[in-house]
């Protein structure tokens, strides 16, 4: 939110971010401030929904007019109207998660229907959309352009299995890959030298901090095979009874209720508790979720080889469109998943067409596809039910740092938060950011918010003084860029007016109080407990503080648990 605000406020997209050329997304967000400049962060959560129904509404057209059924998908995309297009429940926003999930549900979609289509024109007309939903991808994060790739697949895989009534020729791929390449050369030649040197500068930086999170975010966790092992002896059950075929009725229901309870159980549980929570129990039930999407991409490329392979063995209707749904999301599934600190996590960011194709699997599977329309409802039910009730519940209860709904007792009545429901001490220190902004700067001065507090430049409607909005505690990496930011900073006159600092994220933990005074997380617990201090201005030498003791004035300090937040003010401006 704050750099796609900072840039509708005047900054620019690439001189004024430090990754910005990674991350273009925020130049889409920043269109939605020029034209709304008074939209809040609940304003951007309702477009963020009403783009969820969008892709939801187009997706399920699509495969109606490919498969001629539409009855189970209301029963498959539920979830969805609830999450939004992240199912993580890490932030309802629109960003760099959301906005690669929405293009490549709106990308099979219009291909779906390319496809399908008779007319020349219109054919033609909905690959250059489906294109353009691919260049939305890229823009997203730059890294995701591989996902360009997946027309030409497409197309050897359609070739190789023969399919004539679904023909992709080379000029269709030229159509959609048409307004791929057109942006980007549009784009490129616009900003040439500045891009790339963009890009040269983000990936400097990123590649030589790790002090966004800690460093287990990004390494690979033993409890991910764990997830998956599981998770892989239930889709085998599950399976199997889908293709045995002699298994009655009356034992068939009961069958996959059972495992379904069990299923529920089991995640809601964490495997009986045999297995640590992911991620301090924030996304435990997401990550089963998680793990039976990805289990499903590693199954269905063996099995629609294998039938390729096979001469014998004949290309089924559902294998067809499951083959134009799977394609780009296996792509972006990996490359979301192996350059993201949420690692195996991200592939909920490419559910929606991974649940469709899973859906489609199910129904026309040999003991479920001549069942009446209630069977087979009652069965996409059992086997999605627990992955979502857990994952909605989950999303309800973790707000992020914030408080339950239920204990959310206080609303916020103006500025940028302005009809969200949350608990006192955040209300307090949101009026207390607002009254010292308008007390000791104006409109067009500018503020840094120190730790890991971008929120109070939306809060305070400032625009950051430094490149990133989002600074984490000095390490040895960082320092340099640092001392370069305040060189820039001085040199471009862009000297702050206040800076806050905080001695950590003002964020909250969910759980129980355990033996010895200690705190455990859980979200069905009823404690909460700020995160405790971590950085000390006081005995702080590095570049950001230095600058701080010498140009700044201490003159509020807001408490809260054992933190404090320091208001600092230019001596000049006193």
């Known amino acids: 939110m704050t750099q796609s605000w900072r840039v509708a406020a005047g900054d620019h997209f690439l001189d004024n971010t430090v990754y910005g050329a990674l991350q273009l997304y925020f130049v889409i967000n920043s269109l939605i401030f020029h034209v709304f400049p008074d939209i809040t962060l609940l304003g951007f ?114 070739r190789w299995a023969q399919i004539k009534e679904l023909e992709l020729s080379i000029k269709d791929i030229g159509f959609i890959l048409s307004p791929f390449i057109l942006c980007w050369f549009i784009f490129l030649a616009y900003y040439n030298i500045s891009f790339i040197k963009a890009v040269t500068r983000g990936l400097d930086y990123i590649s030589s901090i790790s002090a966004y999170s800690s460093k287990d975010l990004v390494s690979f966790r033993t409890s991910v095979l764990l997830y998956a092992v599981i998770s892989t002896f ?14 009655k009725l009356k034992l068939l229901v009961p069958a996959f209720t059972a495992i379904s309870i069990l299923n529920f159980y089991l995640i809601d549980t964490s495997f009986l508790h045999l297995i640590q929570p992911y991620w301090n129990d924030w996304y435990s039930r997401q990550m089963w979720f998680a793990a039976m999407i990805i289990l499903f991409h590693l199954i269905y490329w063996p099995y629609i080889f294998l039938k390729l392979l096979t001469i014998k063995q004949k290309i089924q209707k559902r294998d067809k469109i499951t083959l134009i749904i799977m394609t780009p999301s296996t792509i972006l599934l990996i490359a979301m998943s192996l350059f993201s600190g949420f690692g195996a996590l991200r592939a909920l960011h490419c559910a929606i067409p991974s649940i469709a194709a899973i859906a489609i699997m199910i129904i026309y599977s040999k003991n479920v596809v001549s069942r009446t329309y209630l069977t087979k409802t009652i069965i996409l039910a059992m086997i999605l039910l627990p992955y979502y009730s857990t994952t909605a519940w989950s999303d309800w209860n973790f707000t ?84 370069q930011w305040i060189f820039k900073m001085i040199e471009k006159n862009r000297q702050p007016a206040i800076i806050f600092v905080f001695e950590n994220s003002p964020a909250l933990n ?65």
């Open 510 to 574: 969910i759980g129980r109080k355990g033996p010895f005074n200690t705190f455990k997380h859980d979200l069905k617990g009823e404690s909460y407990s700020f995160f405790g201090p971590w950085y000390d201005i006081k005995n702080s030498h590095e570049p950001l503080a230095n600058y701080i003791r010498e140009h700044m004035k201490l003159v509020q300090i807001f408490t809260y648990s054992k933190n404090i937040v320091r208001c600092f003010v230019d001596k000049s401006k006193l």
């Open 400 to 483: 992020y740092c914030d408080v339950k709904p239920k204990d959310a007792n206080i609303k916020i009545s103006q500025g940028f938060c302005k009809g969200i429901h949350t608990n006192k001490v955040y209300k307090q220190l949101y009026d207390w950011i607002k009254i010292n902004t308008n007390k000791y700067s104006s409109d067009n001065d500018f503020i840094i918010s120190y730790i890991l507090t971008p929120m109070v430049h939306m809060i305070a409607k400032r625009r950051p003084s430094l490149d990133d909005s989002f600074l984490s505690p000095p390490t040895d990496c960082n320092q340099k860029y640092y001392r």
């Open 45 to 158: 959560r309702h477009v963020q929904f009403i783009l969820t129904i969008v892709s939801l509404g187009l997706m399920s057209f699509a495969i109606y007019k490919a498969e001629k059924n539409y009855w189970y998908l209301p029963v498959i995309f539920s979830i969805f109207a609830f999450t939004g297009l992240d199912p993580i429940g890490a932030t309802s926003n629109l960003n760099y998660y959301t906005y690669p999930h929405f293009f490549v549900t709106l990308h099979i979609a219009f291909f779906l229907l390319g496809l399908y289509q008779q007319d020349i024109y219109i054919r033609r007309s909905l690959f250059i959309i489906a294109g353009l939903c691919l260049w939305g991808i890229s823009f997203s994060m730059l890294h995701l352009s591989i996902i360009a790739i997946s027309p030409f697949i497409l197309f050897f895989l359609l």
């Open 234 to 247: 239930w889709l085998v059950a599950i399976a199997a009874l889908l293709n045995f075929r002699f298994l």
